[in-house]
């Protein structure tokens, strides 16, 4: 099955690369405020669901772009090219993302970024392999000298001011906070030690479902504001060594409002 995930993701990735060249002709559809869809995104989704249909004709698929299709107890969730933003501007963060889930527990994970060709991947009980190289969470024991990742809350504005204060609560004890707009990458860069830590406000799981378990073989722990594993279902996430999750929680928890809990 992750053979056949990892042509899956090869193959969308090729397309994403080839419509790179022309991002002025692609034909871009508003989906809702500040999100957008591009015949490349429905293309590579396409071919990701084509490749995975042909070998598990009876799994079925959480997309993005086409939604849900019923199958049996797997479902293959699915982001054809998070970083859409990025991609329409020609800013090099982006990457294709894809799950699998059986009956509800995370199974396979890919994660692949086209630009650099490096490819995160990760079976259930067998570690997170980055181009086939093992890798692991960082262990910090403070916030001091972090990297942490995080991503605006820029579809709806209602958690702006909780975010803001989160964000004040974590920058000044840390190295940075970085935002670079493909959350499959940035988790994915936790599971690598690139990040040392994680968290967003209204993820989708298409967004997510891959790094999760990326991170979950490379030894971090994810849990949603109420220090629960109900982040699908929330949106909400924290991400990182158990330590640097404890900490980070602790910086947050101050400003969450009880919509977020």
């Known amino acids: 099955m992750l053979n ?3 042509r899956a993701a090869r193959n969308a990735g090729d397309i994403i690369q080839r419509a790179s060249e022309n991002v002025g002709q692609l034909k871009i559809n508003f ?7 591009t015949e490349v995104d429905r293309m590579a989704e396409q071919e ?7 070998s598990f004709p009876n799994h079925g698929f959480l997309a993005e772009e086409s939604g ?30 894809i799950a699998l889930q059986h009956k509800n ?4 994970a890919v994660v692949y970024d086209p630009l650099k060709d490096e490819l995160f991947t990760a079976e259930k009980g067998g570690g997170a392999m980055l181009n086939n190289r093992k890798i692991r969470v960082t262990q910090p024991n403070s916030l001091k000298g972090a990297l942490i990742g995080t991503g605006f809350p820029f579809k709806s504005k209602k958690n702006l001011a909780a975010y803001l204060g989160m964000f004040s609560a974590l920058v ?21 030690g ?3 830590g994680f968290w967003e406000i209204g993820l989708q799981p298409w967004d997510m479902a891959a790094g999760i378990l ?28 158990p330590k640097m999750h404890q900490l980070m929680y602790k910086a947050i928890e101050p400003h969450l409002t009880d919509n977020l809990r």
Request: hydrophobic letters at 45%; aromatic letters at 10%.
């Open 105 to 108: 527990k995370l199974q396979l």
């Open 214 to 241: 990326l991170i979950q073989e490379a030894g971090g722990v994810l849990t949603d504001f109420s220090f629960k594993d109900q982040y699908f279902q929330s949106g909400n996430l924290i991400a990182g060594s």
């Open 194 to 196: 690139r990040l040392d």
């Open 4 to 6: 056949i995930a990892i």
């Open 172 to 192: 000044g004890d840390t190295a940075g906070i970085r935002r670079a707009g493909a959350a499959a990458l940035d988790l994915a860069y936790v599971a690598s």
């Open 31 to 37: 989906k809702t405020q500040n999100d957008y869809v």
């Open 48 to 54: 990701i669901i084509n490749v995975i249909h042909t």
């Open 68 to 97: 849900k299709q019923s199958g049996d107890d797997y479902v293959w969730i699915i982001d054809p090219l998070d970083g859409t933003t990025n991609f329409l501007h020609g800013f090099p963060v982006y990457a294709v993302s």
